[in-house]
């Protein structure tokens, strides 16, 4: 229609007609938009789809977040680990890993049934399972991905030194 309109009148008047009716008529489909049926169920649909890709874009941006952090985690806590070789010192010093304050405040009350009974096994095991349900990655919910992802690889670490020191006493 528009095209027709340029081609039969060079001068431009039937075409400022042409979208000065076009408009006009856009104007009133949105202005009655909200009481048509059918243009309200599409009008949900498009907020929908695009509430479905925003929550995708998120996604895939913790997801990047996530890997790029990831490495830089894993040699912080190996490193812990290489300085921390048992159980008794990884559980005294897990406090300075976590850049979350409830975090570590939480761990930090570990240290005092470890420092009232320095050689007792039962306050190891005792501290060791306290740090292990503070330091769970389910339990860690609404922290960063940094303390989450050392959660997780610390929860990992202070179970194999736990078995291992199991293992040595046995």
Known sequence: DYIECNQVDPSGTAQ????????????ELVRTAGSRPKVQVQIN???RIKQIQ??????????????RLEGDASAVVKSWCSKNPTL?????????????VQI?????????ILVDAPEDKPAL???YKKALL???PDKIHNS??????????VFDALRESYNRNSSNSS
């Open 16 to 27: 400022r007609m042409f979208r000065e009716i076009k408009e006009d008529e856009a104007r």
């Open 54 to 67: 925003a929550a995708e874009s998120a996604q895939v941006e913790a997801n990047q977040e996530r890997l």
């Open 104 to 112: 570590g405040s939480g761990i930090k009350e570990l240290m005092s």
């Open 134 to 136: 503070k330091v769970h």
């Open 125 to 127: 095991s005792k501290a």
């Open 88 to 100: 008794r010192s990884k559980l005294v010093t897990l406090h300075e890993l976590f850049t979350d």
């Open 45 to 47: 649909a498009q907020r």
């Open 144 to 153: 960063d991905t940094w303390n989450k992802l050392i959660a997780a690889q």
